[in-house]
C-alpha cells in the first residue's frame, strides 16, 4: 500500500506531465517532498537517450499538438510498445506450450 506522501504525489502526475503544474508562479511551489520520495514513488529511471534530431523535431511536433511535452509522450510511447511486445511474446509462449502439450499427449 503507498504511503501518504506517496498518495499525495500520485495524485497530481497528470497535471504535471500536461503542465499544468509547475510551470507558471500561479500554480508553481515549492513541495515538501524529497526528489528521492518523488522518484522511489513513482519509480522513474533517468536515462541518456541519443535520437536522430529529426525524429526528436518530429516527436516534438506531435506532442505540442497533444497538447503535452515530447518526454511524457516518449514515455507513452515506450509504454505503449513495451506492453505490446510483452502480448506478443505471451502469446508465442502460450502457442509453444500448447503443441508441446499436444505433441506430448498425442505422440
Not at 80 to 104: P, Y
Amino acid at each position: 500500500m503507498n504511503t501518504i506522501k506517496e498518495q499525495e504525489i500520485y495524485k497530481n502526475i497528470d497535471l504535471w506531465e500536461s503542465d499544468e503544474l509547475g510551470c507558471s508562479k500561479e500554480t508553481a511551489r515549492i513541495s515538501n517532498f524529497s526528489v528521492e520520495d518523488l522518484q522511489k514513488s513513482i519509480q522513474l529511471q533517468s536515462i541518456s537517450l541519443r535520437i536522430q534530431k529529426d525524429v526528436l523535431e518530429d516527436l516534438k511536433y506531435i506532442a505540442k499538438s497533444y497538447g503535452i511535452g515530447y518526454q511524457p509522450l516518449m514515455k507513452q510511447i515506450l509504454k505503449r510498445f513495451v506492453d505490446a511486445e510483452k502480448q506478443l511474446l505471451l502469446r508465442e509462449e502460450v502457442e509453444f506450450k500448447k503443441e508441446f502439450n499436444k505433441k506430448r499427449i498425442y505422440g
